[in-house]
């Protein structure tokens, strides 16, 4: 059964930045168009970024220029470095397939204060 962990969330002033990480257990990042998805309060989950299998990656405009997705074929991890952060990012972070196909791990709280 593929678990996914999700942490490196935390309170943020507007303009600084976070590093979320993914740790996939079950199945290989590398094979999987591997996403970060979000969700603010009262919002849909929506997907920000995604890395393919062949390395090639894919940014909400709402994040480009802002935040850059990575993995770690040997930890098996995915990474979401988040700059310039604002207010408006605010929300629960969740990794998963692009097409999510996998059940949604607990997430990873990011608040980003004004």
């Known amino acids: 059964q593929v678990q996914l962990a999700e942490s490196g969330g935390g309170l943020v002033q507007a303009g600084g930045s976070l590093r979320l990480s993914c740790e996939v257990s079950?199945?290989?990042?590398?094979?999987?168009?591997m996403g970060w998805f979000r969700q603010g309060p009262g919002k849909q989950r929506e997907l920000v970024a995604y890395?393919?299998?062949?390395?090639?990656?894919n940014y909400a405009d709402s994040v480009k220029g802002r935040f850059t997705i990575s993995r770690d074929n040997a930890k098996n991890t995915v990474y979401l470095q988040m700059n310039s952060l604002k207010p408006e990012d605010t929300a629960v972070y969740y990794c998963?397939?692009?097409?999510?196909?996998?059940?949604w791990g607990q997430g990873t709280q990011v608040t980003v204060s004004s």
């Open positions: 890395i393919s299998s062949g390395g090639s990656t």
């Open positions: 079950g199945s290989l990042v590398s094979v999987n168009n």
């Open positions: 998963n397939t692009r097409t999510r196909i996998y059940g």
